[in-house]
């Protein structure tokens, strides 16, 4: 029917192409994505990290599935781990035993699972944090720092849902504590316990029910995130670190075909390598230790997954009792009296809500306080934006309070001090540790900041020391390139904006106290060297920063 | 290289800079020069990188070989040691199959191919035009339909939408199945399967005690007697689990009402940690705490298990025991509180 002359390809690769483009398309997505430019960072890394153990996890878990059996039925296990014969057991921990002893390469692939669940929350962890440091979260990227988060929660009630299957002593107790805190829900909390369970703890329902969550809702809600998340980064092309040639408006890296995408590819087996690596060498939760679920025996000492440590530790950082008051409150009500159990319910919630509320709403505030409404594609060295290092160490600090909580049992045996006190020095540090944290940091960015300035007006440290006619020794200093240079003077300076009136010419409060906080982060600032600065401080030296350091007073290192 | 540079973040997009007259800002140099790699001068070199990258896929091949010798070879071990080693050569197999394919292929892109950094603009996500014909789209769309002019149409379907969903909440009913009400369901928690006269065995042998067994510094692990002929073992047992010590009754703080609650010192108290439920397994004899090991509640046997440490607010319930014709230790009742983590029907 066509006019046109027909495309003939001539090469195999034109033939496929043609073949494929004419019947469902395509070339228009390579055009768009065989040539895309990634900027090339080694921390741009760690989301590839997270994406690889998801696909590892994935694979791996796919293979247990079909060796597990997520049942409660009672069973007399009869499998080839001898001190375990002839105990009745559920047919999951049975199951479980199964693949650890009887399916050659089953251990191996649990363990697989099991590091790269503790690997993948890591890398999304470490990965959130160097989206926050260098600020990767601001305008057009919002929405993609939420996902994120929900990629977070999501990720560690996979592992929640997940380390409980096997239904051995160690997963049993972890399910009774998760009992326990919903049962201190007000209202609805002895209902969700009893619906979860089947009944009452432990009930013969609930492995089932995880499996369902842990194999099929939560990966697919993952897997959904995951496109959703990758979709954002195509659409807003990656941010890069601000450097010569660098600008927001561009993008420099590498092309996706071949350099960028045999890199990424090649490190999904890098990673891979190294889980099959850990996984073949180190024991992970050695089920057959702890036994089948009994609700009356317990193992000192026991920890939770790593991910999972801070809302354990927070459980135990809270007193129950402070003196004779307890937190645990009888409320009446005219029909009778109710029980609030606030030393379970305010570890187990506040903390965590608090933490997960400012960070889903940080990309909001910062460009609230700063009113800085821009897109930004190119990324703030840390030390460049102080106020923002300073609130993520103080909330690192606060996080890690809580997980070193979580093993306080552990400090106090391994460094033979008392319980009691390194609980009494972890609830002062839960209070006090964010507020220095946030200082320090602070002020080590402006310190860094000022040595910046320092490399920039005086230029670099040459380490060759000049005796001068008169008899002084001076190191000499060298000028900069122009790329170093701009390095370290291309950056964003903040400034306090104070309270501004709106168009009725009234200040309204939340406007105040945006100009109160503006003011608290950005009173102290560095600004980066200007031109004219740096060509008045040659003029005045009357000759380059190339020469001797130690002709003017203000260069003299203090 | 004068390409690549469009000025600094602060003078790009639409956003007007507010006015500091000229800009006094250091020129972008551009992107350094490119620097060449040895490979890519030296036909030598490149040769070299090439049979590095070939060695690295071989090691490979070799990985995947050296996992099927571990798991034929090996065949199948039947104790933990064997296994180990077998699931250390699986491991390290697919370690070197892996590794020897990504290293072999971030080295080939490293070394061989084209290191350009190539410099791409970054476009609007969306233009404005768009936008705009966007929401003109939508208006017309909900124009329409007419939604906004006919109130009673938009409020009957958000009442059926609301309404819709609820089914789906209810049907979740029947994850409890055991047939009761609502008020019978969280009335469970206030029973345990202890009552008059129902002997303390112990955990997990089933043999009852006698109270001469019972001595001081020594601590049973307890379980009614018929805990194993229960309908639910387990549910039972996470209920009934009992501690059982004896103490120098004059170092006994007895509080009004449970004086007969000890027989001449032997305690009984409910093991279940009133915090969030683990055992509290874990009794000092010297000082006399009972220390739960999850979250190291800990509390003081000689103060009926008040809670003297911890995050626990509340004592552990004591089990009031007697002994019988037969000198062995049994129940006067069930425990006058519901045992375990607190919840909202307790009181």
Known sequence: MSTTTEYTPKTTTGRIANFVDSRVGGSAMVKEFGRKIFPDHWSFMFGEVALYTFVLLLISGTFLTFFFDPTMTHVVYDG??????????????????????????GMFMRQVHHWSAILFVAAVSVHMLRVFFTGAFRKPRELNWVVGGVLLILAMAAGFTGYSLPDDLLSGNGLRIIDGVVKAIPVVGSYISLFLFGGEFPGTAVIGRLYALHIMIVPAII?????????????????????????????????????????????????????A???????????????????????????PDWYIGFVDGALRLMPGMFGNFSFEWLIPFPWGTNTLSLNVLFPALVPAGIMFMIMFTWPWIESWITKDKREHHLLDRPRNAPFRTGM???????????????????????????????????????????????????????????????????????????????GAFAERHEDLDAYKLHQLVNYEDRKVIPAQPNAAGHISRSEKNRGALSKFFFEDRVAPVTPSELAALKAEHGHGPAEVEGSSSDSIEK | ??????????????????????????????????????????????????????????ISIIGTLSFFIAYFVLGRPDNLSDIRVQNAMLGLGTTFAMLGIGIGIVHWAKTL???????????????????????????????????????????????????????????????????????????????????????LTRDPSGTPIKASDVQIGSVFHVIP?????????????????????????????????????????????????????????LYEQQTHHLLCPCHQSTFDLTQECKVIFGPAGRALPQLPIKVDADGFLVAQSDFHEPVGPSYWERG
């Open chain 1, 80 to 105: 080839s781990y001898n001190p375990l014969k002839g105990i009745g057991m559920s047919a999951a921990y049975s199951s479980t035993l199964d693949i650890s002893f009887d399916v050659r390469g």
């Open chain 1, 223 to 275: 897997l959904l995130m995951v496109g959703i998340h990758l979709f954002m980064v195509v659409v807003h092309k990656h941010t890069q670190y601000p450097g010569p040639g660098r600008t927001n408006d561009n993008v420099v890296g590498f092309p996706v075909g071949p350099v960028y995408a045999a890199k990424a590819g090649g490190f999904f087996f890098i990673v891979f390598g190294i889980v």
């Open chain 1, 277 to 303: 690596a850990i996984s073949g060498l180190l024991t992970i939760n050695p089920v057959w230790n702890y036994g089948p679920y009994d609700p009356s025996p317990v193992s000192a000492g026991t920890q």
């Open chain 1, 392 to 470: 993520g160490v103080a909330g690192v600090i606060s996080y890690c309070v809580m997980w070193a909580a979580a093993s306080s049992d552990l400090i106090a045996t391994h460094f033979l001090v008392s319980l009691n006190d390194v609980t009494y020095w972890l609830r002062v540090l839960f209070i006090l540790g964010p507020i220095l944290g946030f200082i320090v940091a602070r002020r080590i960015a402006l310190a860094l900041q000022r040595k910046d300035r320092e490399i920039v007006l005086h230029g670099r440290e040459t380490g060759i020391i000049e005796m001068a006619p008169e």
């Open chain 2, 1 to 58: 290289m004068g390409d690549h540079s469009h000025g600094s973040p602060d003078d790009s997009g639409t956003v007007a800079k507010a006015g500091t007259g000229t800009l006094d800002k250091f020129q972008d140099p551009g992107l350094p020069p490119h620097r060449k790699r040895l490979a890519d001068t030296d036909p030598r070199a490149e040769k070299r990188a090439e049979r590095q990258v070939a060695l690295l896929f071989i």
């Open chain 2, 113 to 199: 191919m084209p290191d350009h950094e190539i410099s791409e603009m970054r476009h609007p996500i969306r233009p404005e035009a768009d936008r705009l014909d966007a929401v003109e789209i939508i208006d017309q769309v909900i124009e329409e339909t007419g939604i906004k002019r006919r109130p009673l149409i938009r409020n009957t379907l958000i009442g059926a939408i609301a309404l819709a969903p609820i089914p789906a909440i209810f049907m979740f009913r029947d994850l409890d199945r055991t047939g009761k009400t609502a008020g019978e369901m969280v009335e469970q928690f206030r029973h345990t399967m202890w009552d008059k006269d129902v002997r």
């Open chain 2, 225 to 281: 007697e018929g805990l194993d002929e229960a309908e639910n073992v387990l549910n039972e047992k996470a209920k009934a689990v009992v501690l059982l010590m004896r103490l120098d009754p004059k170092k006994m703080d007895i509080s009004e009402g449970r004086e007969d609650w000890h027989y001449e010192g032997i305690v009984a108290y409910s093991k279940i940690c009133t915090h969030v439920g683990c055992p509290v397994a």
